[in-house]
């Protein structure tokens, strides 16, 4: 082709269009696959968090728990654990076996003082009346304490599941006044 060029036979059109015929561009051919049961590392992306686990299985025990402390949960869904969350990776310490014993989480998302502060921020912020700060408004304040922790802000009608470790120790925490508790829905 080159010599047809430095010839003045080849137009840049002809160069173009032998270039197209003479080579099949196949993009994405040589990027890696991730194979059922690879573990990904902590430099993945956290797509996994949001495809589904076979969580069939996960519902009524705790087999899937890798830090020791999450609960069986209701719904399979919520049946994960921290150690399975690239998110909450960063927020784990060599020695620490689940996020539940970080200080930082102790101190964002179980102060009561720093949750009832929040739901009033939050109330203000938003425009609301003040509740009076129950445990059922510490405990939702909570659950969003540790997004934000772990994700920063999401935004609108953006959800991700919080480990159940999280939320076995935030119910034991501030426990339902009926016992009945919503669970983890998704956006609609």
């Not at 150690?83 to 200080?103: D, G, P, Q, Y």
């Not at 939050?122 to 934000?148: C, E, K, W």
Request: hydrophobic share 35%; proline share 4%.
């Amino acid at each position: 082709m080159t010599s047809l060029a430095n010839k003045g036979q080849l137009t840049p059109a002809l160069f173009v269009m032998a270039v197209r015929n003479s080579a099949v561009i196949a993009p994405y051919q040589f990027e890696p696959e991730y194979f059922p049961g690879e573990m990904r590392t902590d430099s993945d992306t956290d797509t996994s968090e949001d495809e589904a686990i076979d969580n069939n299985t996960r519902v009524g025990n705790t087999d899937w728990c890798l830090c020791t402390k999450c609960s069986s949960m209701p719904l399979s869904d919520e049946c994960v654990c921290c150690k399975e969350t690239n998110a909450v990776s960063h927020r784990l310490a060599h020695t620490t076996l689940c996020v539940i014993e970080n200080e930082d989480f102790r101190t964002v998302c179980l102060n009561a003082e720093v949750l009832r502060v929040s739901a009033i921020a939050r109330a203000d912020m938003r425009g609301d009346n003040v509740q009076p700060i129950s445990n059922d408004v510490l405990r939702h304040q909570a659950y969003r304490q540790f997004t934000y922790w772990i994700h920063q802000r999401l935004g609108r009608h953006i959800r991700k599941v919080i480990p159940s470790c999280v939320v076995a120790k935030i119910r034991t925490v501030f426990p339902s006044s009926t016992g009945h508790y919503t669970g983890f829905k998704w956006a609609e």
